[in-house]
């Protein structure tokens, strides 16, 4: 060849290179990759604690009442009254009274409220949200007040939306595991490591369901899942749900057995409205290094109770944490459950504040994509609205995971 042509061979491959390089290619982020425990999380949360909520002073004051918290959605206001109540003065008649005051008093004290919930604990048990089970739990919206109010010991169960725990029923609850869903990591052999990685490579390439896994839909059409781990949550599930309502999605909630058992009116909320519901074990558990017969127990306990409020079988799962192995595997496809991920977690649990969360959630939108979020995070519920327009305009269709799972 002669020099010049090799020459202009040479600069034209090269211009050709550079035109290739230059074409501007689609922002993807990479997918969650499976690894192994200890192995670092660049989207680890740094455990920022959320604002504090606005708290309501009740006039006069209710000693049993030790806070009434408040917040809003941008359309609706809901309140939690927290109350505790001694051991040797709980009865059923003298709880509702309490309950019905504190209900009473947080209408009196802000009249814009929509609704106000009540959890009542033992106050010899309580040990925050994820601890003991309350003894009394109520949903008040305000059209529901008058027949709340009238409520009497012999007429409770009258009221779809009040719970009632029996004194001295409860046995020992393990404590739940507080660190929330960050990336899936897998426990086992390295050989096991390897094996489920090549896997997990598979079914996010081809987004189906594989080895009883699933971590995306299609990732050629444009649909993708909304997914909210560890609900139900007093106060966070009404404002939720009707941010989502206005905004005509459907979603799927990943719920807590204990939560679900302590507040089921709220999962009978979600399935009246469309939404899906997944497990997420009992306690909020990990669960790699509990004996098969524990975690047998976690998942089937939750698909009692949640078919039990529901009475649809329970269809999806997602380990805390993201933590899982052969086992967990195992044991949840012989329950008819498939072990559900995500490609999208912007660590709302982080509290990064609405920006910070909305650009995660845009940045990392993708066909087929499963986006994680928490029910109880006010940030998240704030900016949904904003986060489904750009869904909207870039032509993806948010909906369950089982929609994503159908849609092939
Ligand atoms: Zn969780």
């Not at 306990?301 to 595997?329: E, M």
């Not at 999208?344 to 909305?358: Q, R, V, W």
């Amino acid at each position: 060849m002669h020099s010049n042509t090799v020459f202009y061979t040479i600069t034209i491959g090269l211009l050709f290179a550079g035109l290739v390089i230059a074409q501007p290619q689609p922002q993807r982020q990479p997918l969650p990759f499976v690894q192994p425990p200890g192995a670092s999380q660049p989207d680890a949360p740094g455990q920022r604690n959320a604002a504090p909520l606005a708290q309501l002073e009740l006039k006069p004051a209710i000693a049993e009442v030790k806070k009434v918290e408040y917040a809003s959605n941008g359309f609706i206001e809901v309140a939690h009254a927290l109350l505790l109540v001694p051991k040797r003065e709980a009865a059923l008649a003298r709880n509702l009274v309490l309950a019905q005051e504190a209900v009473k008093r947080s209408f009196a004290a802000r009249p814009g409220l929509n609704e106000v919930d009540v959890s009542l604990y033992l106050s010899e048990d309580f040990d925050g949200f994820g601890g003991a089970l309350p003894l009394l739990t109520a949903s008040v919206p305000k059209l529901e007040f008058a027949s709340f109010e009238k409520l009497q010991t012999a007429t409770v169960s009258g009221y779809m939306r009040i719970w009632l725990h029996q004194v001295g029923n409860s046995s020992p609850q393990p404590k739940p595991d507080k660190t929330l869903e960050q990336n899936p990591t897998f426990y086992g052999s390295k050989q096991e490591l390897k094996a489920q990685q090549v896997q997990q490579l598979s079914a996010q390439l081809a987004g189906r369901v594989r080895g009883g896994l699933m971590f995306q839909g299609n990732p050629r059409l444009p649909t993708a899942a909304l997914s909210f781990d560890d609900a139900p949550h007093p106060l966070y599930e009404p404002l939720l749900l009707d941010t989502l309502k206005r905004v005509g999605i459907k979603a799927t909630f990943f719920c807590i057995g204990r939560n679900a058992k302590a507040y089921p009116y709220f999962v009978k909320d979600m399935v009246e409205a469309g939404h899906e519901i997944g497990n997420h074990t009992y306690h909020h558990i990990r669960l790699p290094r509990l004996p098969t017969s524990v975690v047998t127990d976690e998942l089937e306990q939750t698909n009692q109770v949640l078919t039990g409020i529901t009475g649809q079988p329970v269809r999806y799962f997602r380990p805390p944490g993201g933590d899982y192995s052969r086992a967990t595997l195992r044991i949840a496809s012989k329950l008819g459950l498939t072990t559900t991920f995500w490609t999208d977690d912007p660590a709302d649990f982080d509290n990064p504040g609405t920006l910070k969360i909305e650009s995660r959630l845009v940045r990392k939108l993708r066909y087929g994509g499963i986006v994680l979020l928490h029910d109880n995070v006010l940030q998240t519920i704030q900016v949904l609205p904003e986060f489904l327009k750009v869904a909207q305009a870039k032509g993806i269709k948010l909906w369950t995971v089982g929609m994503l799972d159908t849609n092939r």
